[in-house]
């Protein structure tokens, strides 16, 4: 799997083995530096959250000064201010249950899709990925003014329609590559031997295909979890959720930058924890299981 | 691969080659119910996208045609073209499908053209190999708001962030990034995010190449920049109009960053943004649906040529199986 890319010296062996030895550690090096500029606004963003305001909005930055908590207590409304729980749950709750509803329609949608294929399967799925292409603005509209006509808006079940509605052609995608790796004569098998579809479902696909069902709602999760565009423009007070609500505080109160690292860092704690934790399915899925 | 003259489902169960059937009708209406038990799974996730994605899209549409601003609801009234007339000739609108285009298209290029470089850099073997990893994945996985108010308030402020901070040090000049090059710094911000993106694409290609033949082609006396332009390269292709594409599609239609850094302003409001200003702000839906269908015509170009790219791939995967 790791293509290592020393080169293999046919002449004068060790001058040019140490040649490329030496060139090696210095890509290493590089390698090394870009990543560290790449993580830095990250790190930078981590520490500030740690500084006092004072310490925060100062210029040069004050690398060494004292690590204190108030950033965080601020965000946690603490000395007072609009608490972030509410808006934190709300982003919980959507996306956990967007996560939920994607998988009890796209599942059998894939199982439809790989294991048993119906025919034009590749038609279907590829009317799936194109609703993906339907950029969202182009229908806001008309879902903002039918959820102002019903009184449906500033909800969060809204929000969990729309965001099970982008989630699930991904999702889709995702899981029928997944299934299409079960070899049909393990399946097969289990019929000869009396199993019915339930107990093949329950023995023979989830254990093979688990993985990936996982890592597809991983990125559903990541994916509800950042919304910002129906966030904005759909919710109020009630059903706002975390990135909105992140918007808003940095605007109607003036800036209080610590407590803004502090807040950025919370909200992307989940997913910075769960894309470090699942790099490899990340990719995969994020390429539409084009990618192995 | 499904066989025409039965109805037969491909299901594997069966080789279709051995199901000659002497008693046609029963046989044709089992068959038409085993149809729709394989085609049946498929319908709730079906119907539920048509209704919540296809049918805002027809209203949109509609919506168009209407001279329709919520102020003043009783001159609604059926405008034709004329709001599509409006978009393209509009000065502020233009120039966001400008902005559009030069946002996308930068940013596109550039991220992958880094990614490529990482990708290649981190193909090899070094010491905390993983950890460089991990840490260039770091901007992807910030959620995009924190992103662009990270970029926005500790890295571009120019009384106290990072970059006229270490400036200062250096004893630099202090721009106002956000004021004097506003749409660069916002690409800047997108590049930074979306880089370890194309770079964990190509570096998953990277590490499908059969090395079997790039080995012999050393052997042969290959040089490093000639098996990466003729064998590293072209099988890198798909790889690379995969992240391409997938990166124009969510680029194109970015909100966060702009919204957050710069709220359009300074010539940096790109067509989801101003889309959102027009209905949102200006209560000008006939306008606002008028451009979001632009928008959808835009990214069908480039969609066509997408599920080309991504019709390939499947191919190729379909061949396998």
């Known amino acids: ?292 | 691969m499904s066989n025409p003259t039965t109805a037969v489902s491909v299901s594997g169960e069966r080789p279709p080659t051995a199901a000659p059937t002497p008693a046609r009708r029963p046989v044709a209406q089992r068959n038409r119910a085993r149809e729709w038990a394989t085609r049946a799974p498929l319908l709730p996730a079906l119907i539920f996208l048509i209704v919540v994605t296809q049918l805002p899209f027809v209203a949109t549409l509609v919506i168009s045609l209407f001279d329709w601003n919520s102020f003043r609801p009783d001159r609604r009234a059926f405008a034709g073209l004329e709001n599509y007339k409006t978009v393209l000739s509009d000065e502020a609108l233009r120039e966001s499908i400008v902005t559009t285009v030069l946002l996308t298209a930068s940013v596109v290029i550039v991220s992958v053209v880094l990614g490529l470089l990482l990708a290649l850099l981190l193909d090899r073997k070094f010491r905390g190999r993983g950890l460089v990893r991990t840490m260039l994945i770091a901007p992807f996985l910030l959620v995009p708001v924190a992103s662009a108010l990270l970029w926005k308030h500790a890295l571009y402020n120019p009384e106290y962030g990072l970059f006229n901070g270490v400036l200062n040090w250096l004893g630099g000049p202090q721009p106002e990034w956000l004021t004097d090059t506003p749409l660069i710094a916002v690409e800047a911000s997108l590049i930074w995010q979306w880089t370890p993106f194309m770079m964990l694409i190509l570096l998953a290609g990277l590490q499908s190449r059969p090395l079997d033949m790039i080995e012999a082609a050393r052997l042969d006396g290959a040089g490093a920049w000639q098996i990466f332009r003729f064998l590293t390269l072209p099988h890198l292709r798909r790889y690379l109009e995969l992240g391409t594409l997938l990166g124009s599609i969510y680029i194109v239609q970015n909100f966060d960053a702009v919204f957050t850094m710069t709220r359009g302003g300074l010539d940096t409001a790109n067509l989801p943004y101003t889309i959102y200003e027009t209905f949102y702000n200006a209560h000008e839906y006939g306008l606002a649906s008028a451009a979001g269908v632009v928008v959808v015509i835009g990214t069908i170009i480039i969609a066509t040529f997408a599920l080309r790219v991504v019709s390939s791939l499947f191919r190729e995967e379909a061949s396998r199986a």
């Open chain 1, 1 to 292: 799997m790791t293509a290592v890319s020393t080169p293999v010296p046919i002449t004068s062996v060790p001058e040019a083995t140490r040649r490329a030895k030496r060139r090696g550690a210095a890509l290493g090096v590089l390698a090394w530096f870009i990543g560290i500029v790449f993580v830095l606004p990250v790190l930078w963003m981590l520490l500030t959250s740690f500084h006092s305001e004072a310490d925060a909005a100062t210029n040069p930055p004050s690398l060494a000064a004292p690590l204190t908590l108030d950033g965080y207590k601020d965000f946690f409304g603490v000395g007072g201010g609009a608490s972030p729980w509410p808006a934190l749950l709300n982003s919980v709750g959507t996306s956990l249950f967007s996560t939920c509803f994607v998988l009890v329609l796209a599942l059998p949608a894939a199982f439809a899709l790989s294991i048993r294929p119906v025919r034009k399967w590749t038609d279907v799925m590829f009317f799936f990925l194109s609703t993906k292409m339907l950029p969202v603005v182009a229908g806001l509209l008309p879902v903002f003014l039918f959820a102002r006509d019903i009184n449906f808006l500033d909800n969060v079940w809204l929000l969990v329609i729309l965001y099970t509605s982008m989630n699930l052609p991904i999702a889709v995608w995702m899981m029928q590559s997944f299934l299409a790796d079960i070899p049909v004569s393990i399946i097969e098998a289990a019929q000869m031997d009396g199993a019915r579809l339930p107990t093949i479902l329950w023995r023979v696909v989830a254990p093979i295909a688990g993985p990936g069902i996982a890592a597809t709602s991983l990125i559903c999760f990541i994916f509800s979890w950042n919304e910002m565009l129906f966030a904005q423009v759909l919710t109020g007070v009630v059903a706002q959720t975390a990135p909105a609500f992140l918007t808003t505080f940095v605007t109607s109160q003036g800036l209080f930058l610590a407590k803004v690292c502090a807040a950025s860092m919370v909200i992307s704690l989940p997913v910075l924890a769960a894309g470090f934790a699942a790099q490899d399915k990340l990719v995969q899925g994020l390429s539409l299981g084009a990618v192995k």
